[in-house]
């Protein structure tokens, strides 16, 4: 059973950043997606920005350009990297992996932006 452990969230200021990093123990098979979804207070959740086993990427529109998504294969990991980041950014960001057993999710980090 892969298991996801998320790290780097916390309290940033308008126009700062923060790098968000998500492990996965055990095995995931070699196709698969790994992206990061985030919910705020009140909303849906909603995709941020994926990346598949071929390094495909996605970014929802709100934050192409501000945020990068990566991905370590060695390390099973995958990194949001969040620059000028806005008030609007305040969300609990949640890791999912996809393969062909199923999906995953982390137990999510609070990202807060203040202004």
């Known amino acids: 059973q892969v298991q996801l452990v998320e790290s780097g969230g916390g309290l940033v200021q308008a126009g700062g950043s923060l790098r968000l990093s998500c492990a996965a123990s055990?095995?995931?098979?070699?196709?698969?997606?790994m992206a990061w979804y985030r919910q705020a207070p009140g909303k849906q959740r909603e995709l941020v920005a994926k990346?598949?086993?071929?390094?495909?990427?996605n970014y929802a529109d709100s934050v192409k350009g501000r945020f990068t998504i990566s991905r370590d294969n060695a390390k099973n990991t995958v990194y949001l990297q969040m620059n000028s980041l806005k008030p609007e950014d305040t969300a609990v960001y949640t890791c999912?992996?996809?393969?062909?057993?199923?999906?995953?999710w982390g137990q999510g980090t609070q990202v807060t932006v203040s202004s």
């Open positions: 999912y992996v996809w393969d062909l057993r199923g999906n995953v």
């Open positions: 055990g095995r995931i098979y070699s196709n698969n997606v």
């Open positions: 990346i598949d086993s071929g390094r495909t990427i």
